[in-house]
């Protein structure tokens, strides 16, 4: 990891960290400002702490499809809605990523929706914790266009979007099925496929660049081609080519 990196990092949990902090102040402050009741509360754990991260960690074992494996981690929180005309309480999962690079980032244009492995990282949640009601991914960004904007230039560069997913069986057979997938490859000894679209966040990158066999190259050149041909986004084709330029380069310096 280089040092802006890990100052890239550094920087999204700090943002996590002050958007807990933001609700808790809500919890606590929002009907002094508005004269309305709060529509939420945090849910809290059973020794009172606020269902946050480090508070909630957890491991929990699953078995699927004649596999046994676990998912180990934690939710950056779980807010409780309040109907109070019904009395219903919702319990929503919520999950903040930063965005710093470009105020355009979470501009309308570009951002559509929620990116599809957020929405795979809280279906894993949703196994976890849940059941639960509906989740929020939220979009913080740190790079604002302006410090003086009218109301019509922030609708267009918003800084702050948020995302409703309802989580389906379909998303949550999905993601077993993929761990049920490696972890059968891991007890056979057979490496599953290599995924391009992951590739840039792999910590073993030469290792597996070396280790493709011939037959395995060949078939992630086809890819990159058929991507440049499809009408994928750019970024996710570039990302395409940028781990296929790094895969072909290491094994052409290996062999020389």
């Given amino acids: 990891m280089k040092p802006w990196q890990r100052r890239y990092t550094a920087r999204g949990t700090a943002v996590g960290d002050w958007l807990q902090r933001e609700l808790l102040l809500a919890e606590r402050h929002y009907e002094k400002f508005t004269g309305e009741k709060v529509p939420f509360t945090i849910a809290r754990t059973d020794e009172g702490n606020p269902f946050f991260e480090d508070f909630v960690k957890t491991q929990k074992f699953i078995e699927h499809k004649g596999q046994r494996f676990s998912l180990f981690g934690t939710c950056d929180g779980v807010l409780l809605y309040i109907n109070y005309a019904t009395g219903e309480v919702l319990r929503i999962g919520i999950e903040i990523k930063s965005k710093q690079t470009s105020y355009s980032e979470t501009g309308f244009q570009r951002m559509k929706g929620p990116k599809e492995e957020h929405v795979k990282q809280i279906t894993s949640y949703d196994l976890m914790y849940g059941p639960l009601d509906g989740y929020l991914i939220v979009y913080v ?116």
Avoid at 145 to 154: D, L, R, T
Wanted: hydrophobic share 40%; aromatic share 12%.
């Fill in 141 to 256: 960004n740190c790079s604002i266009k302006a410090w003086f904007m009218s109301e019509e230039e922030h609708e267009k560069a918003p800084d702050f979007r948020v995302f409703g997913v309802d989580v389906t069986d379909e998303m949550k057979s999905e993601i077993l099925d993929k761990f049920a997938y490696v972890t059968k490859c891991v007890a056979d000894g057979t490496a599953p496929a290599l995924e391009l679209e992951s590739f840039r966040f792999n910590n073993f990158k030469r290792s597996c660049a070396l280790s493709l066999t011939d037959e395995e190259f060949a078939i992630l050149k086809a890819q990159v081609k058929r991507a440049q041909r499809s009408g994928l986004p750019q970024w996710k084709i570039d990302s395409y080519v940028e781990s296929f330029m790094f895969i072909q380069e290491v094994r052409e310096g290996a062999s020389e």
